[in-house]
T-cell receptor, first 112, second 112 residues
Framework: KAGVTQTPRYLIKTRGQQVTLSCSPISGHRSVSWYQQTPGQGLQFLFEYFSETQRNKGNFPGRFSGRQFSNSRSEMNVSTLELGDSALYLC???????????FGQGTRLTVV | DQQVKQNSPSLSVQEGRISILNCDYTNSMFDYFLWYKKYPAEGPTFLISISSIKDKNEDGRFTVFLNKSAKHLSLHIVPSQPGDSAVYFCAATQYTGNQFYFGTGTSLTVIP
């Protein structure tokens, strides 16, 4: 069974640009969550999608948005990039409540 | 507000000895807890979980203990092996919730 796939693995963008990250969950998993990891901050929750609906959103500005498609694939978009957006962005999928989440390898975004 | 805390950023243990990683949480509504292991440039890998109806769960060399009254959980690794060297994150969620709250991680080094 294929794991969670995130593309691209690495990205370098300039301040003010926008970026779109992609996540393909494990087959059969309908819940997809996004997390941001920065040094010393652990994993910060961005949002969670289930069956194309955003069910929960973390404490991030509106520049961070996402969506989920009918095949459960998800995209995350960050507009007007800032230097502080440089981080590892992780996507996780799960089958439902009280189950473990499986993470992709992440996308390393560097904003210069 | 960090609802899940790992107060030890790092831990060094001799090979063959026990590694004990600690985690505290503040939200009494959390009822499902997980430990993840993370290598550099990879996504977190699920290790072990525990429901709030239990106080212990074992899986091979890994045992998680939950003390609900103290809002504290710990991960014991026995015996520790050099391949266990990684960053360990604890996470918590509510049964009806759809996001994990992560600690900031503890970097474990197992010395051969």
């Amino acid at each position: 069974k294929a794991g969670v796939t995130q593309t691209p693995r690495y990205l370098i963008k300039t301040r003010g640009q926008q970026v779109t990250l992609s996540c393909s969950p494990i087959s059969g998993h309908r819940s997809v969550s996004w997390y941001q990891q920065t040094p010393g901050q652990g994993l910060q929750f961005l949002f969670e999608y289930f069956s194309e609906t955003q069910r929960n959103k973390g404490n991030f500005p509106g520049r961070f948005s996402g969506r989920q498609f009918s095949n459960s694939r998800s995209e995350m978009n960050v507009s007007t990039l800032e230097l502080g957006d440089s981080a590892l962005y992780l996507c996780a999928s799960r089958t439902g409540a009280n189950t473990e989440a499986f993470f992709g390898q992440g996308t390393r975004l560097t904003v210069v | 507000d960090q609802q899940v805390k790992q107060n030890s950023p790092s831990l060094s243990v001799q090979e063959g000895r026990i590694s004990i990683l600690n985690c505290d949480y503040t939200n009494s509504m959390f009822d499902y807890f997980l430990w993840y292991k993370k290598y550099p440039a990879e996504g977190p890998t699920f290790l072990i979980s525990i429901s709030s109806i239990k106080d212990k769960n074992e899986d091979g060399r890994f045992t998680v203990f939950l003390n609900k009254s103290a809002k504290h959980l710990s991960l014991h690794i026995v015996p520790s092996q050099p391949g266990d060297s990684a960053v360990y994150f604890c996470a918590a969620t509510q049964y009806t919730g759809n996001q994990f709250y992560f600690g900031t991680g503890t970097s474990l080094t197992v010395i051969p």
